[in-house]
């Protein structure tokens, strides 16, 4: 089973500022990762795709990047509604597996 | 519109049976991927399974291989996670999700609004 670490495990920015969270396979992956964001009492929400792909509705503020076993997601400018945890997924190898997240919240 | 509508909050006792059920609308339901996430209260997500109801292909994350059952009652676009035995380490949030391309097992998007399953003597 492939395990997804994330870095930070909190994250405590203000609005307006660049958040930047990582995600490390325990093997390669190759660009099959997905961030998904969720808030509190709500499912969660696609993000990114395939590493580097917005979701439909997605704003540009959100990107993502990496192969293989290092991955970033980046928030370039951080509005009120994205405080929330953001989980990466791989879907390389079955079982698909999620990281433990990480949580950005308001400094 | 593309919509997972799952079924109400249960509170049910240890060694209890349980079904929980996730409609499918606005699409072909026989023609994605229907996927099962449990969240334990204040934790993380876990994949437990996935569904095809065009044939009933299914597969099981290990951790939970033997613990529930996932079936799909194509007649009306509807998918189920059960237990036959329920136990207190059972409580959770559970999600169904749509894969977001037809006939792949892809990315998951929509999601079902969550069913809360609360095992207590």
């Known amino acids: 089973e492939i395990v997804l670490t994330q870095s930070p495990a909190t994250l405590s920015l203000s609005p307006g500022e660049r958040a930047t969270l990582s995600c490390r396979a325990s093997?390669?992956?190759?660009?099959?990762l997905a961030w998904y964001q969720q808030k509190p009492g709500q499912a969660p929400r696609l993000l990114i795709y395939d590493a580097s792909n917005r979701a439909t509705g997605i704003p540009a503020r959100f990107s993502g990047s990496g192969s293989g076993t290092d991955f970033t997601l980046t928030i370039s400018s951080l509005e009120p509604e994205d405080f929330a945890v953001y989980y990466c997924q791989q879907r390389s190898n079955w079982p698909v597996t999620f990281g433990p997240g990480t949580k950005v919240d308001i400094k | 519109e593309v919509q997972l509508v799952q079924s109400g909050a249960e509170v049910k006792k240890p060694g209890e049976s349980l079904k929980i059920s996730c409609k499918g609308s606005g699409y072909s339901f026989t023609s994605y991927w229907i996927g099962w996430v449990r969240q334990m209260p204040g934790k993380g997500l876990e994949w437990m399974g996935i569904i095809y109801p065009g044939d009933s292909d299914t597969r099981y994350s290990p951790s939970f291989q033997g613990q529930v059952t996932i079936s799909a009652d194509k007649s009306i676009s509807t998918a189920y996670l059960q237990w036959s035995s329920l136990k207190a380490s059972d409580t959770a949030m559970y999600y169904c999700?749509?894969?977001?391309?037809?006939?792949?097992?892809?990315?998951?998007?929509?999601w079902g609004q969550g069913t809360l399953v609360t095992v207590s003597s």
């Open positions: 093997q390669s992956v190759s660009s099959y």
């Open positions: 999700a749509r894969a977001r391309l037809p006939a792949a097992i892809d990315w998951f998007d929509p």
